[in-house]
C-alpha cells in the first residue's frame, strides 16, 4: 500500500466540552471563551493544541465534512498494533490522568 498524506485543513465544527459548559464553533472560529484551539501542519499530518486560562477541558471533537477517497483509512496507534478502529493519537491518553 502506498502511503499517502492527507492534510484536511481546519474542522468545520469543534466542540468544546469543559466541567462548567459546552459550546460547538463553527467555520473557522478556534477561540470561545478563554479555551484556544490551534492547527499547524506538520510534515507528516498536523499538531492540534488546546489551552485554556481557567476552563478545565474534559474533551474536544474535530470533525470535517470533507469526504474521504474510498481507498483512505484512519490508523491508530496504541501499544504497537495499527488498527482501523476509531482514530487517536499515539501516545496520548484522554482524558488526561488525574492528579492525587
Known sequence: MQKAIFKPGLPD???IETEEWKEILEGDRTTVRDVTVEF????EGAA???TAETSRVR???LRWN???DKKSRILRTQGGEESAEE???PGISWPPAREG
Open 66 to 68: 470533507t469526504p474521504l
Open 87 to 89: 482514530p487517536s493519537c
Open 59 to 61: 474533551s474536544l471533537k
Open 48 to 50: 492540534v493544541s488546546v
Open 40 to 43: 499547524e501542519d506538520k510534515e
Open 13 to 15: 465544527y469543534i466542540t
